[in-house]
């Protein structure tokens, strides 16, 4: 399987929607597993978007990641 078509199997993110974050090429190994809310999408760079993570102690911190470190989420 491409990873064109894998890409294409996931759904669109948009702001408010509830993230896992996973591994992926840049990821943190800290924060895998946890789980977020998307704050704001970005196109440029391609598939990024800013997260608020739950737990976080600083609430209004927000962290950066590309599509590939994201699931949805339905907890």
Same mark, same amino acid.
């Given at each position: 399987? *491409?990873?064109?078509?894998?890409?294409?199997?996931?759904?669109?993110?948009?702001?408010?929607? +509830?993230?896992?974050?996973?591994?992926?090429?840049? *990821? &943190?190994?800290?924060?895998?597993?946890?789980? @977020?809310? &998307? /704050? !704001?999408?970005?196109?440029?760079?391609? $598939?990024?978007?800013? /997260?608020? &993570? !739950? @737990?976080? %102690? $600083?609430?209004? +911190?927000?962290?950066?990641?590309?599509? $590939? !470190?994201? %699931?949805? *989420?339905?907890?």
């Amino acid at each position: 399987m *491409s990873e064109i078509t894998l890409q294409s199997q996931e759904p669109d993110l948009g702001s408010g929607d +509830r993230i896992r974050i996973r591994q992926g090429k840049r *990821s &943190i190994p800290n924060l895998v597993g946890r789980v @977020g809310t &998307i /704050v !704001e999408v970005f196109r440029v760079p391609r $598939d990024s978007c800013l /997260v608020r &993570i !739950e @737990g976080d %102690a $600083d609430r209004l +911190r927000e962290w950066f990641f590309y599509r $590939d !470190e994201l %699931a949805t *989420s339905h907890v």
